[in-house]
């Protein structure tokens, strides 16, 4: 199985090469995260099966914008599980409010209605159950918590892979973004915490982080991107491609057998 993972960026200005990308590209799996309107109908004109839900409501002073997250799919879908994430406006501290506030829209605003999904692939040897997930770039504990939230849909007997934007900062010129985003002074501190904490769940859910260590966010400099593949696959390749053609965030792939 070809697999892809890719945080499109809501606000791409390279809309046409993207799906030009993704058109042409010779995927089994394509997994995609903020994902505009406006592409999603587009995605929709392609001869894949295809499942999606909101994957974040932003509250722009302009008016609410939908994004998306979508599972584009060589095989028929189906038992799909919808996944929503708490809100957390009323929790936050002064200072994120005031920085989400203060922010131009483009960067931050308020946000909500916020979720992932899984399906369930059927393929001719069985079904494999697919996750689709952001995460939220906020609390560390929070970002823990939905990916627990996800995880109520695992299934052991099941061949699993988990996509997605988990938004895990790991190097100390961005972790500060924990504590200004409601986190404690500790989780802006300690740099590796969080990516060891959530490795150990990987481990506990029996899911393989294919491209651990790699690099697929320039400005943090982190993994924020990852296909997690159950021990019922072996991975053959594993990359972070070049291109991010017009998203802040790489593509990534991961081949894997049975």
């Known amino acids: 199985m070809q697999i892809y993972?890719?945080?499109m960026l809501y606000r791409n200005a390279r809309q046409d090469e993207a799906f030009d990308f993704i058109s042409k590209t010779p995927?089994?799996?394509?997994?995609?995260q903020e994902v505009p309107e406006a592409f999603l109908k587009r995605l929709k004109t392609l001869p894949y099966h295809l499942d999606y839900r909101i994957d974040t409501e932003r509250h722009p002073r302009s008016g609410t914008m939908h994004m998306y997250g979508v599972v584009l799919s060589r095989y028929p879908l189906s038992n799909k599980h919808e996944i929503s994430y708490p809100e957390y406006w009323h929790l936050l501290p002064w200072r994120t409010r005031a920085f989400v506030t203060l922010m131009p829209d483009r960067y931050f605003t308020r946000i909500g209605n916020r979720g992932g999904?899984?399906?369930d692939?059927?393929?001719?040897q069985g079904p494999v159950r697919v996750f689709n997930l952001h995460l939220i770039l906020a609390h560390p504990t929070w970002r823990l918590k939905e990916f627990e939230l996800a995880m109520l849909y695992h299934d052991k007997t099941l061949p699993t892979i988990v996509c997605g934007d988990f938004n895990i900062l790991e190097k100390p010129h961005i972790t500060p973004l924990n504590w200004l985003l409601g986190g404690r002074v500790s989780d802006a501190l300690s740099v590796t915490r969080e990516r060891a904490h959530i490795e150990k769940r990987?481990?506990?859910?029996?899911l393989t982080n294919a491209l651990s260590?790699?690099?697929?966010?320039?400005v943090s400099r982190s993994q924020l991107d990852h296909i997690l593949v159950s021990?019922?696959?072996s991975i053959t390749s594993a990359s972070v491609l070049p291109d991010r053609l017009g998203s802040d965030h790489h593509p990534i792939h991961v081949e894997v057998s049975a």
Do not use: A, Q
């Open 117 to 119: 999904f899984s399906v």
């Open 27 to 32: 995927f089994d799996l394509f997994c995609l």
């Open 213 to 218: 260590g790699e690099m697929t966010h320039p």
């Open 202 to 206: 990987f481990v506990t859910y029996e």
């Open 121 to 124: 692939l059927k393929l001719p």
């Open 5 to 7: 993972s890719w945080n």
């Open 231 to 233: 021990r019922s696959f």
